[in-house]
């Protein structure tokens, strides 16, 4: 006779997930990840432990030398960190966000029990950079961006970290250009992890892939600005936590210099006039409680100590804000590429999935899809590590080129690397039983972020043709000098073909 099975929906009080248990068996499936975790026993565990080898074993030779000893030490603590806590932890923080309306109002306790953990191990604010800030935790742009590698693995581990957008920027503004009274008020908390913050540049109704266009007016009137306009893609403005908003408006719009109309004020959350009209949903995310806000400024009124570095700045704030930012982001998406390349090793290699009579890996363009990865993931993050190097010698500034490159590259490839998971998985990959369809929907708009791939590519290309005249030169000389050569020589060019004699049929 067949057997019969029943079973039970059982809700766990600890994380709140859902998994059904079997009662004729100890196998159970958990969502999302469908895995029998009752298999996993204390050797498998203390296995699992043993194989988080030296990650920092994995740097690549170019750079390895000028990572620090301790920073190698620490590689491995972020690392494992990440694998051990952080990456089990991401359904968890699903579940605690839970759904409706209440997700907007949440913050997940899961969240705070990590940064404790990260706190107690040292893995805190590692983003400032070393030799930039007072408030540096001693890491290079080089170092932290190994570490970033490791934080882009898990959706969680930045916010444990508080090394997460848009605050770490946000931290290096009011770091860099802030005032003392700026820095105690904002600075601290936010580096403290107490509060979190957002951005608010990129405008509805403007192009503001060009910075010049944006039109939210700051109006001094005695010893308040009063600020109207409206900001879209303001990230972190649903988080309840979120209590100061950064602000880049015009206040000088007559100024004959598109750069100097800037400048960039803060206005702390709840600010009487400050609407919020909705949350805007990324390919259907709504990334609730951080969200992207879409506000109105109507009559905002901020005292004029409020201003950051002074009237006309703003440009000049922004561009050391995104550069850092831009190198962040690369490096965690180097970090989510390698995760979708693992679970594409994962899916292929599935013995219940035999497509044809054949496993996955025995279909000759799979092995083609993870050679292709593999190389490009290394090249993408080389590329990034390169920048971050430039900038450790030079600055933001100069390390323009290295950053753009970076910023152009990297989600490009981390999309590439992400599709082919995908279509490994087929169905299961565009749905939520795997991370794939979230990540890519989230790295898809880092094309677009910190300024489109199209404004680099056009400022990349003109810098590159700068050099038009001098190459022409060069290989002129060249060509003048391989003639005179030849006369000297008494040589001649051979052109293929000159002496062929056809003989006649």
Known sequence: SAVVWQRTRVREPDTGLIRLVDSSSSCCALNPLL??????????????????????????????????DEAKRMIDVVAKFVEEDCVPADPVLEAQIGEGDARWENHPPIVEE???KARAL????????????????????????????????????????????????????????????????WLKPLMEGRIRSAFLMTEPGVASSDATNIELDIRREGDEYVLNGQKWWSSGAGDPRCRIYIVMGKTDAGNKDPYRQQSVVLVPAGTPGVTINRMLRVYGYDDAPHGHGHLTFTDVRVPVS???????????????RLGPGRIHHAMRSIGAAEVALDWML????????????????????????????????????????????KMDEQGPKGALREIAQAKVLVPQTAL??????????G???????????????????????????????????????????????????????????????????????????????
């Open 122 to 185: 040292g893995l805190w604010n590692m983003f400032l950079p070393k030799g930039h800030y007072a408030e540096s935790a001693g890491w290079t742009n080089l170092e932290y961006g190994i570490m970033a590698e490791w934080l882009g693995r898990s959706r969680v581990a930045s916010e444990a970290c508080n090394c997460a957008a848009p605050d770490t920027g946000n931290m290096e503004v009011l770091a860099k250009y802030g005032n003392a009274a700026q820095k105690e008020q």
């Open 346 to 389: 994962m899916r292929v290699n599935d013995e219940r999935k035999k497509p044809f009579g054949k496993l996955l890996r025995e279909h000759g363009v799979i092995l083609e899809w993870i050679a292709k990865s593999r190389l490009e993931i290394d090249a993408a993050r080389l590329v990034v590590l390169n920048a971050a190097i």
């Open 427 to 505: 169905g299961a990959g565009v749905c939520q039983d795997t991370p794939l369809a979230g990540m890519w929907a989230g790295i898809r708009t880092l094309r677009l972020a910190d300024g489109p791939d199209e404004v680099h590519l056009q400022q990349m290309g003109r810098n590159e043709n700068k050099r038009a005249r001098e190459a022409t030169e060069r290989i002129q000389w060249q060509q003048a000098r391989t003639a005179e050569l030849m006369r000297r020589h008494g040589a001649q060019t051979a052109q293929p073909g000159t002496r062929i004699r056809h003989s006649r049929m």
């Open 416 to 425: 590439t690397v992400i599709d082919r998971a995908i279509q490994a998985y």
């Open 306 to 320: 409020n201003m950051v570095l002074g009237e006309g700045r703003g440009f000049e704030i922004i561009q050391g």
């Open 114 to 116: 990590l940064k404790a």
């Open 35 to 68: 895995l029998c975790r009752q298999r996993v026993d204390r050797q498998s565990r203390r296995l699992c432990s043993s194989q988080l080898f030296a990650m920092s074993a994995k740097i690549p030779a170019i750079v390895s030398n000028r990572v620090s």
